[in-house]
């Protein structure tokens, strides 16, 4: 029997083949980048998988890594991200009493291109522009992968763009498609969706 959040979130999951230590390996997993704990040993059956979020930014016709996001977060007004050493439903929350959790969803099209938008322009949604493609370029990554995923942990495949085309493939599953005489990026978004609860103690009385 799977943990509860991996049965709700099984209907998200894609089907994956990684590569590394010189072999390849078919998972099920959620959709993100896929990092593994480089202290354990003994195989795909004994390390610890993780799977982040990358959040990503076009600048400058460039691709940038802005922030790792876990799949599970927990909202909090002190930090945008909790530690994995502290428990998300400590009693001594600054929160008093409510815990609110998203849950983070990268949604990237299986059959459309990104294109770059310029956010002051209002028209912008409208065009479909080809000179506005992102094509998949060099990944700078940023530098928060250990609060997110814990010490230890590295992105399981390399740090390159050609690997096989699909909405979710390559590195940092950010997907490529051959179009235009090069690849390009899926259209993509981070969906979210949240829940809040009130933390309730139940006490026994003899």
Same mark, same amino acid.
């Given at each position: 029997m799977k943990p509860i959040v991996n049965r709700a979130l099984r209907p998200l999951m894609i089907y994956d083949q990684v590569a590394f230590g010189g072999s390849s390996y078919n998972l099920y997993r959620y959709p993100g980048t896929l990092v593994r704990n480089e202290?354990?040993?003994?195989?795909?059956?004994?390390?610890?998988?993780?799977?982040?979020?990358?959040?990503?930014?076009?600048?400058n016709g460039g691709e940038e890594i802005v922030r790792w996001l876990p799949v599970v977060q927990e909202i909090r007004g002190t930090t945008a991200i909790v530690p994995p050493s502290q428990s998300p439903f400590s009693t001594t929350s600054p929160e008093g009493g409510v815990v609110a959790v998203r849950i983070n969803v990268?949604? !990237?099209?299986?059959?459309? @291109?990104?294109?770059?938008? &310029?956010?002051?322009? +209002?028209?912008?949604?409208?065009?479909?522009?080809?000179?506005?493609?992102?094509?998949? !370029?060099?990944?700078?990554? @940023?530098?928060?992968?250990? &609060?997110?995923?814990? +010490?230890?942990?590295?992105i399981v495949q390399g740090s390159g763009s050609s690997q096989a085309s699909g909405a979710y493939a390559g590195s940092y599953g950010l997907g490529s498609f051959q179009m235009l005489?090069?690849?390009?990026r899926p259209f993509r978004r981070i969906l979210a969706g949240q829940s809040i609860y009130r933390r309730e103690v139940f006490a026994l009385t003899p």
């Open positions: 202290n354990s040993s003994g195989g795909p059956g004994n390390e610890t998988f993780l799977v982040v979020i990358p959040e990503v930014s076009h600048a990268p949604f !990237q099209s299986s059959a459309s @291109a990104a294109h770059r938008i &310029d956010p002051s322009d +209002t028209e912008a949604l409208l065009e479909t522009g080809l000179g506005d493609v992102i094509y998949a !370029q060099t990944t700078v990554t @940023a530098t928060n992968l250990g &609060d997110v995923a814990g +010490t230890g942990y590295e005489g090069g690849e390009v």
